[in-house]
């Protein structure tokens, strides 16, 4: 059986109002609406999964919805189980945002004394709500583990810096990053030194061979798609957003590697008022 995946074209954010952004307007996309098909054997993409997953991130986050980013990445990861082919595609992103669940957008980037911005229901993928979403727990997971994602939301300043720079594909450095930032001993660096973090990572890319310097293993095609296949339990996503795609962890030593170059160019950097971390891990 065939299966595809619905997308808006870029046609319809010239439908988008003020009004709609902010609730108070309907507009019907329907006319921009299409379908791509999956790759033979796969499943339909799981969009019904998310409305209890959204509505459990409303409820238990409240007026805390940046506190939210943590807990929901790596489970709108898991629920919406794409290749990176797949993920790609923008119009994906806006039928999600635009059609499918445009209320979590305007609660998470939305308040009663703004409304949220076009970009977040049809952005780019650091910017559109829930391409954000997904692409930093792809980005940032280790493997199967999704416990570096929720550390990585922790700081606003590190999704908003090295989550944009191709340097963040390197898998070693985004551990790297994730490990100097929220050691899994001792304490932590200052909330403030993600943005020279990402700088000095964005350094080390255009002054050293990174991949070579610490190299990475390939990803493994078929674990992603025994992921893909795997039946999704939404309720389960809830309580834990259990394992994503059984690619091979990074390296180790790669790990450490570049968690001590990262170290010592952020000490190099010019000091800076310390703060220490209070956001909480997500559960």
Known sequence: MNSYIPELASASTNLVSVAWRDGKEDVDFSAHVSTFRRDDGLPDLALEAL??????????????RQESDGWLAPRIHSALRMSRREAARRGVWR????????????????????????????????????????????????GADYKPVGKAFRSQDLMNNLFKMDISHHRPTAQAAVRVLFPDEGEGRAADDANPLSKAANLAASTLMIDILAPDVQL??????????????????????????????????SVALMSEHLTHLLDGAPSRPSRSHTAPAPD
Request: charged content about 25%; proline content about 7%; cysteine-free.
């Open 95 to 142: 039928y999600i945002g635009m059609v499918a669940h445009p209320e979590y957008i305007r609660w998470r980037w939305g308040s009663s004394e703004k409304t949220a911005t076009s970009e977040r229901f049809h952005g780019d993928a650091t910017r559109q709500a829930f391409a954000r979403l997904w692409w930093g727990a792809e980005q940032f997971r280790n």
């Open 51 to 64: 409305k209890p997953i959204l509505a459990e991130a409303m409820a238990r986050f409240g007026s805390d």
């Open 220 to 253: 493994d095609y078929a674990a992603r798609t025994d992921w893909m296949l795997a039946d999704i339990d939404p309720v389960l996503i809830v309580e834990a957003a259990g394992e994503g795609p059984g690619d091979p962890p990074v390296p180790v030593a």
